[in-house]
Each structure stands twice: as C-alpha cells, then as structure tokens.
C-alpha cells in the first residue's frame, strides 16, 4: 500500500510541487484541498472522523471536469453548477486528479 501511494505521488507532480488552495467543505471533519502545479491539479479529500461523513464542495471553477480517482483509476461524475457531494469512509481520504478530458464516445446502442 505504501509503495502505491509513493508511486502515486511521484506521478503528479502537483503533490510534491504544486500551490495549496484549502477548500470550504460543509463538514467540519473533512478536510479538502487542491494542488495545482502547471496542467496536473490534484483534489485531496480525507474525512478525520472515525465514522463515515458526507461533505459538499464548491467545485463550480471546475465545471465539465471529471474527478478521477487516482488509486483505483474511477472516474467519478463531472462537475457542475451545484456543490459536489462526497461520502467518505471513516478516516477515509480521495485522491483526484481534476480531468479536462472529453469523455470518449461510445457506439450507439443496437436494439432489435
């Protein structure tokens, strides 16, 4: 695990390098953040209470853009107009990358 997550870091120079902007949340026990460092902007969310907690965050400078994950790869729902929920495990945290990428289109569904 830790190896993973030092590989992680080394791959997105915005951990190492990068401006930090802390980010309002709407939950007191979780902390939000972003690091930015040239085109890699990077979320970090991590939830400091023992039980799992929601939190909304104001991501409308970001919206169109894709959260995707940065452990496991998941590509989360686009951001918009209104405040982002998030749920996160007890003593949980997301790692994001802020995506600008079109999502690929898909072929049209057949139907017979």
């Not at 190492?16 to 949340?25: K, R, V």
Request: aromatic share 14%.
């Amino acid at each position: 695990w830790t190896r993973r997550m030092i590989e992680i870091r080394k791959q997105n120079p915005a951990f190492g390098l990068g401006t930090y902007t802390e980010l309002p949340s709407s939950n007191p026990a979780v902390l939000a953040y972003l690091r930015e460092y040239g085109d890699d902007l990077a979320l970090c969310v991590s939830n400091f209470s023992r039980f799992a907690q929601p939190t909304e965050l104001d991501l409308r400078a970001y919206a169109g853009r894709h959260p995707v994950e940065l452990v496991g790869g998941v590509r989360f729902p686009a951001i918009g107009e209104l405040p982002y929920l998030l749920t996160l495990a007890g003593h949980g945290f997301y790692w994001f990358r802020l995506s600008d990428q079109p999502r690929r289109p898909t072929a049209p569904a057949v139907h017979f």
